[in-house]
């Protein structure tokens, strides 16, 4: 059973546009939330990361925001370029896991120029 | 640079002829993890080590084994591959607390024939 969930599925947007993926996740407690971001043939590089006591963290153009009390991230590409062109895994960890990470379905965005 | 290593990039097997995928970490993490990716889907867990201790996932096939011989090599044993199995097979590190995300390698593509 999926405990994030993930949308959109894919998302088209125009250079310079914001990109905007949503995660929820259920009732297990989590306390770390990164994002990861895949290109074609390789694998997933960790992007951003969060945890539950911020409510939001920017690294340059990639900003998290964290609603604690509503189960819920995302993710915010600022002026979006076309090598933003991805998949991206939301993640969330269980408290009681020192590890495992639970993965969100993913979200594959194109930026067109 | 620290890193996760995965050889091959590419293998192709055939159907039921065992194959060995190979992960190696210079980041002296303690935990090693599995993960098979099919196209356009999340990284499944098929299991992870904890130093020497080996965990299973419970919806992991007997096909799969894995072996940690030491602290910085990993492998994944497919005892009789079908054509199922066919997927980017992710090798992943992390450190003892998990205070940090995960650390993949580039992936091994594997196709059985």
């Known amino acids: 059973q999926q405990q994030v969930k993930q949308s959109p599925q894919s998302l088209i947007v125009q250079k310079g546009g914001i990109s905007i993926i949503n995660c929820a996740y259920e009732?297990?407690?989590?306390?770390?939330f990164p994002w990861y971001q895949q290109f074609p043939g390789k694998g997933p590089a960790l992007l951003i990361a969060?945890?539950?006591?911020?409510s939001e963290k920017k690294e340059g153009r990639f900003t998290i925001s964290f609603n604690k009390s509503a189960k819920q991230f995302s993710l915010h590409i600022m002026d979006s370029q076309p090598g933003d062109s991805a998949t991206y895994f939301c993640?969330?960890?269980?408290?009681?896991?020192?590890?495992?990470?639970?993965f969100g379905a993913g979200t594959q965005v194109v930026v067109t120029p | 640079d620290a890193m996760v290593i995965q050889n091959p990039r590419y293998q192709v097997t055939q159907f039921g002829k065992p194959v060995t995928l190979s992960c190696s970490q210079t980041?002296?993490?303690?935990?090693m993890y599995w993960y098979q990716q099919k196209s356009s889907q999340a990284p499944k867990l098929l299991f992870h080590?904890?130093?020497?201790?080996?965990?299973n996932e419970a919806d992991t096939p007997d096909n799969f084994q894995s072996r940690r011989p030491n602290t910085s090599f990993c492998f994944l044993d497919i005892r009789s591959p079908g054509l199922g199995d066919a997927a980017m097979y992710l090798c992943?590190?992390?450190?003892?607390?998990?205070?940090?995300?995960?650390?993949f390698g580039s992936g091994t593509r594997l196709t059985v024939v």
């Open positions: 080590y904890y130093d020497k201790d080996f965990n």
């Open positions: 980041l002296n993490h303690n935990v």
């Open positions: 009732n297990t407690a989590f306390d770390y």
């Open positions: 992943a590190t992390s450190s003892p607390l998990g205070t940090s995300g995960y650390t």
């Open positions: 993640a969330a960890r269980p408290t009681d896991s020192w590890g495992k990470l639970q």
């Open positions: 969060i945890r539950p006591d911020v």
